[in-house]
């Protein structure tokens, strides 16, 4: 099965600075995608982005990227320029390419300070 | 274009009642998933239907849990004898085909919170 670890619980970032939460995953099959999710205080899952693992560039969406080292099996996501309505939690999940299941972290809480 | 419907979005049960979550796909989605979320975790695979079949129901709790996506009508999600520790949310996602082959192809619905008293 493969695991997801997330160990920042939680963490602190000024509004309009940038914040990097940290996801290591570990699987031994090749192919594979990398997701993140986004879950307000409302409860909703959002999806922000996403990466394949044969992916050569590192995937962007707006003021989301996802740091991909493939080697240390390390899928940063980074937030650029915060915002207060970016407080949440946050969620990594991994699903192999022959695979449905959606495996998840433990997920980060980011507080947003003005 | 509506997305994944689930309802009701909050429900209080009593220990010992039973309790019915309810999931409508996207449109021309036939393939519905669930996930539990304790709290302060993250989402818990629980199982995965097709129209009218069970596919993988590998973390589904043995006992007093069931699903079923009839050919017509929402995905159920039935939890007969609640206990407190089924207090969590319930999301239901979708997808078109059975497979994550990239990006954000299984859409998720907003939400059961389950509350046993």
């Known amino acids: 099965a493969q695991k997801i670890t997330q160990t920042q619980p939680g963490m602190f970032v000024q509004e309009k600075e940038a914040v990097t939460l940290d996801c290591t995953y570990d699987?031994?099959?090749?192919?594979?995608?990398l997701f993140w999710y986004k879950q307000p205080s409302s409860g909703e899952m959002i999806f922000l982005i996403y990466?394949?693992?044969?992916?050569?560039q590192n995937a962007t969406e707006g003021r989301y990227s996802l740091n991909f080292q493939k080697a240390r099996k390390s899928a940063n996501l980074v937030i650029s320029a915060s915002q207060l309505g970016d407080s949440a939690m946050y969620f990594c999940?991994?699903?192999?390419?022959?695979?449905?299941?959606?495996?998840f972290g433990a997920g980060t809480t980011v507080t947003v300070r003005a | 274009n509506a997305g994944v419907m689930q309802n009701p979005r909050h429900l209080v049960r009593r220990r010992g009642q039973e309790a019915r979550l309810r999931c409508s796909p996207m449109?021309?989605?036939?393939?519905v998933y669930w996930y539990r979320q304790l709290p302060e975790e993250g989402l818990k695979f629980m199982v995965y239907?097709?129209?009218?079949?069970?596919?993988?129901e590998s973390g589904m709790p043995k006992e007093r849990f069931s699903a079923e996506f009839p050919k017509e009508g929402p995905s159920i999600l039935r939890i007969q004898q609640v206990v407190r520790g089924d207090s969590a949310a319930y999301f239901c996602?979708?997808?078109?085909?059975?497979?994550?082959?990239?990006?954000?192809?299984?859409?998720f619905g907003p939400g059961t919170r389950l509350t046993v008293t």
């Open positions: 999940a991994m699903s192999l390419s022959n695979d449905y299941k959606l495996s």
């Open positions: 239907l097709q129209k009218e079949n069970i596919i993988d």
């Open positions: 990466q394949g693992s044969y992916d050569q």
């Open positions: 996602a979708s997808s078109l085909g059975p497979r994550l082959a990239g990006s954000d192809e299984q859409y």
């Open positions: 699987t031994s099959d090749p192919s594979y995608g």
């Open positions: 449109k021309g989605h036939s393939h």
